[in-house]
């Protein structure tokens, strides 16, 4: 057996850190890098989903994020090419940095086409692992979601007060409106319909409703359940106008997820919204388009401590009584008190009763807070797109589809 000497192997081995998240305050946590090399400053958060990693990392809501994963094994399945949630991949919307407990594995799926360190690095995304994520999450959890920068660089030659210089410097996603930055450059149409086991994707080919989408960030799985519920989905940028979206002739209009302070983005869009709602045409919102909603009907949002992140979040439906599992990721939230007369409160979260969809009154206008189509339940929340679709059947005259399949 060899005899470990101190000539020949340190007593205390240290690992030089190649990988820093340094919050605003100055606070420096180390950890080893993988993923992209340099630098990123954003907001730090926690997600406690235990799967989904891939689809987390790519929703456009997370732009101007790092995503701290609190499961402490994260990348054992790896990464393909149908896991993503924006539309462009090139354009790489979608967090900007992740941190981990343990070390990223070789992966271990048959659905693997790449293992996630290869992935990060082709998605630009800073990462780190080897962290107390418990530690990182409790102090969020006391303090709120703080700024900071996450920086790699695999020599572990760092100037950190230059880091702790534009963490402290950064203003923040308080008045910044991020929907620019990741909504489509040109309106397009969607025909991609959901995945099915040992089959894949299927394409939609026989249309019977006309569904205009505003993009202010739109994730994948939205379209698609759209689109498998029958609809032709034509997606448009953020900041098309009322005019153009009414010249489509759509059947229902559709307001997307997305990053970013709904104020900010409601500069422009709230304005489109308000004379969208003037005709009959049913209207279905999702997370940033539910704020954006609410903010057209009079009401308004704030920031949250922590906001709402992970995949097991109990929100319960006042229409049917029932409480569904649901997928968050939102740091903003609709001031309940707020809204006026004439705008109800269809759910609410059971962790902290705050606002998650709300409807007008004798109009077929709805939206919530929530991620429907993300599927935690697995299908709890799956209705939300039948009840959009019975909004139009109804106004065409036409049976309701089975709101639960």
């Known amino acids: 057996m060899a005899t470990m000497t101190a000539a020949s192997t340190p007593a205390w081995a240290t690992e030089k850190p190649t990988a820093l998240l340094v919050l605003a305050d100055g606070t420096v946590i180390e950890g080893r890098g993988l993923g992209a090399t340099g630098s990123a400053v954003a907001e730090v958060c926690f997600n406690t989903a235990l799967t989904g990693y891939q689809e987390i990392l790519t929703d456009p809501s997370y732009a101007g994020q790092i995503v701290t994963f609190t499961f402490p094994h994260i990348g054992n399945i790896g990464t393909n090419d149908e896991d ?17 407990k343990a070390d990223v594995t070789n992966p271990s799926s048959y659905r693997a086409a790449s293992g996630l360190d290869q992935w990060l690095k082709k998605r630009g995304i800073v990462a780190l ?15 709120g979601m703080p700024n900071a920068v996450i920086a790699h660089a695999p020599d572990g030659i760092f100037d950190i007060n230059d880091l702790k210089r534009r963490a402290a410097a950064w203003s923040g996603l308080i008045g910044l409106d991020l929907a620019k930055d990741v909504t489509s450059g040109q309106s397009s149409v969607w025909r991609e319909t959901p995945w099915v086991w040992d089959e894949g994707f299927g ?17 994948r799985n939205i379209l698609r359940l759209l689109a498998g519920l029958g609809a032709k989905v034509t997606v448009v940028p953020a900041n ?33 919204i308000r ?17 954006m909603l609410a903010l057209a009907l009079g009401g308004k949002t704030a920031k949250m401590h922590q906001g709402h992140h992970g995949a097991n979040h109990p929100v319960k439906d006042h229409t049917t009584g029932k409480v569904e599992i649901v997928s968050m990721n939102h740091g903003f939230a609709v001031d309940a008190g707020s809204l006026p007369t004439g705008v109800e409160e269809t759910h609410v979260s059971l962790f902290d009763g705050s606002n998650c969809g709300i409807t007008l009154t004798g ?15 697995p299908q709890d929340s799956h209705y939300l797109f039948r009840r959009f679709v019975n ?15």
Not at 86 to 100: E, K, Y
Not at 129 to 143: C, F, H, V, W, Y
Not at 275 to 291: N, R, S
């Open 84 to 100: 993503i949630e924006d539309l462009n991949p090139v354009a790489r919307a979608g967090a900007v940095g992740a941190v981990f």
């Open 129 to 143: 692992s080897g962290i107390d994520t418990r530690a990182l999450t409790a102090l969020i959890r006391e303090k």
């Open 203 to 219: 394409e939609q080919t026989d249309p019977s409703m006309h569904v205009v989408a505003i993009d202010y960030g739109v994730k």
């Open 240 to 272: 098309t106008g009322a005019e153009e979206i009414l010249a489509m002739r759509p059947d229902g209009i559709f307001l997307s997820n997305g990053p970013g302070d709904p104020e900010a983005t409601g500069n422009y869009a709230v304005p489109v």
């Open 275 to 291: 004379d969208l709602l003037k005709t009959e045409i049913p209207v279905f919102g999702i997370c940033l388009g539910h704020q």
């Open 363 to 377: 109009r077929p206008v709805f939206s919530v807070q929530h991620h429907p189509e993300a599927s935690p339940g």
């Open 391 to 405: 909004l139009i059947r109804e106004k065409r005259g036409e049976p309701a589809l089975a709101e639960r399949a």
